[in-house]
C-alpha cells in the first residue's frame, strides 16, 4: 500500500485491507471510482468521482480493480483531496 502523510498529519491512500488503518486515528473514505459489470458481464472502473476516465471493458473484475489503482497512482492522486 503506497501512503502520502501531509505536513498536517493526513494520510491519503488506496483502501486496502492489507492495515487496520483505524489504528491511524478517525477515517474519511471517498470512492474513487465505480467498478461495475454490464449486461454482458464486463467489468468497468469508471473513474468519474475523481474526474478520470471510463476504463474497460475487462473480462474480469480483479483486471478492472488493477487498471483503476494503476490510473490512479499514474496520476498522482494518491495524495490529492
Not at 60 to 66: G, N, Y
Request: net charge negative; aromatic share 4%.
Amino acid at each position: 500500500m503506497q501512503a502520502v502523510v501531509q505536513p498536517n498529519g493526513a494520510i491519503h491512500c488506496l483502501y486496502d485491507e492489507s492495515i487496520d488503518l483505524s489504528t491511524l486515528g478517525r477515517l474519511s473514505i471517498r470512492r474513487a471510482s465505480h467498478v461495475e459489470p454490464d449486461a454482458n458481464g464486463q467489468w468497468s472502473a469508471d473513474l468519474s468521482p475523481m474526474e478520470g476516465p471510463v476504463l474497460g471493458p475487462f473480462s474480469r473484475r480483479s483486471d478492472a480493480l488493477t487498471a483503476e489503482r494503476d490510473w490512479i497512482e499514474d496520476h498522482g492522486l494518491i495524495g490529492a483531496g
